[in-house]
């Protein structure tokens, strides 16, 4: 089974500021995991993955997170926000099989104040 | 790159009516495409598994004659939702995996934009 836990909801930082989102994550198996972003009504991007390959994975928009095994986390970073990166953060796991399936969690909203 | 296309994106229907969403992989050939249904301010929530060809395979707790799944080529699945009620209003998202990715798994995933779906 596996599981992905986004503690908290909201996170309002100031433009400029660093970006933190956290995801841990419970796999009985190595997992693949994922960051999406999803604006106000529309449908997943995808802004990096972790795939077994180098820990420390950059995506598009600046994002970063880091695969920590010892930790079962894989957080979202950014050095610095843009307002642009206002949306809910999507964070994801799956197995390594042709059929595996994608788990989410909660998701997370991020503002950015001027 | 892998595009999805949803159709429609936004739908409007009476109670009781049926309602079909549509999902085309545009340049790209899907072996496999996954049905979610995403409430407000929440997570996206599996539905069911659509292989090409095959019956779609449902997760625990979803109504397979509610929710009617067909995917009849490789490039369109798509989801009825049958006698609709005010509590089936919800979005849809479907995700599309290329085949030619292979066994490639979920990191080939590719989504659609979303159909949102209101029941009065």
């Known amino acids: 089974a596996q599981s992905v836990t986004q503690l908290g909801s909201h996170v309002s930082v100031s433009e400029g500021a660093l970006v933190l989102l956290r995801c841990n994550y419970s796999?009985?198996?190595?997992?693949?995991l994922f960051w999406y972003v999803q604006y106000p009504n529309q449908g997943l991007q995808l802004l990096l993955k972790?795939?077994?390959?180098?820990?420390l994975v950059k995506g598009i928009n600046g994002f970063e997170a880091e695969f920590k095994k010892s930790e079962t986390s894989f957080h979202l970073t950014k050095p610095s926000a843009h307002m642009s990166d206002a949306a809910e953060y999507f964070c994801?796991?799956?197995?390594?099989?042709?059929?595996?399936?994608?788990?989410f969690g909660k998701g997370i909203t991020l503002s950015v104040r001027p | 790159g892998a595009v999805v296309s949803q159709h429609p994106s936004r739908v409007i229907c009476k109670s009781g009516t049926s309602v079909k969403i549509e999902c085309r992989s545009l340049?790209?050939?899907?072996?496999?495409m996954f049905w979610y249904r995403q409430f407000p301010k929440q997570s996206l929530m599996l539905m069911a598994t659509?292989?090409?060809?095959?019956?779609?395979?449902?997760e625990q707790g979803v109504e397979k004659d509610k929710f009617l799944i067909n995917h009849a080529s490789l490039t369109l699945s798509t989801l009825t939702v049958t006698s609709a009620h005010p509590e089936d209003s919800s979005f849809y998202i479907c995700?599309?995996?290329?085949?030619?990715?292979?066994?490639?798994?979920?990191?080939?995933?590719?989504f659609g934009a979303g159909s949102r779906l209101t029941v009065l």
């Open positions: 995700s599309a995996r290329d085949r030619r990715r292979g066994s490639s798994g979920a990191n080939v995933l590719t």
């Open positions: 796999s009985s198996v190595p997992p693949y």
């Open positions: 340049d790209f050939q899907a072996t496999t």
């Open positions: 994801a796991v799956s197995g390594l099989g042709a059929n595996s399936k994608l788990t």
């Open positions: 659509s292989n090409e060809g095959s019956k779609a395979t449902y």
């Open positions: 972790y795939t077994s390959a180098a820990t």
